[in-house]
């Protein structure tokens, strides 16, 4: 994954903990609901650059599925 930028962001605690609340009803981070909140105000003014890469996806990572073994009573 390419280098992320970190700033140090003042917000009123009001803000802070309807934010977290958001996030945490989308099952986001604080952290990761304000970049999807300014990635979408960027796109709705037409400002999001077309080189941005994608969001990363929420949760576990899918499971890589191995072929099952095979039925000792298939034929070769």
């Known amino acids: 994954m390419a ?6 962001l003042r917000l009123d605690p009001a803000v802070h903990d309807a ?3 958001w ?3 989308e099952l986001r981070s604080t952290t990761a ?9 960027l796109s ?11 969001m990363p996806r929420r949760g ?6 191995e ?3 095979p039925d000792p009573e298939e034929e070769p």
């Open 44 to 54: 709705q003014a037409g400002r999001l650059p077309s080189n941005v890469g994608t």
């Open 3 to 8: 280098d992320r930028k970190q700033i140090l």
């Open 67 to 69: 072929d099952p073994p």
């Open 60 to 65: 576990r990572p899918p499971k890589i599925e």
């Open 19 to 21: 934010l977290a609340r």
């Open 23 to 25: 996030a945490g009803d």
């Open 33 to 41: 609901q304000i970049e999807y909140l300014l990635r979408q105000a």
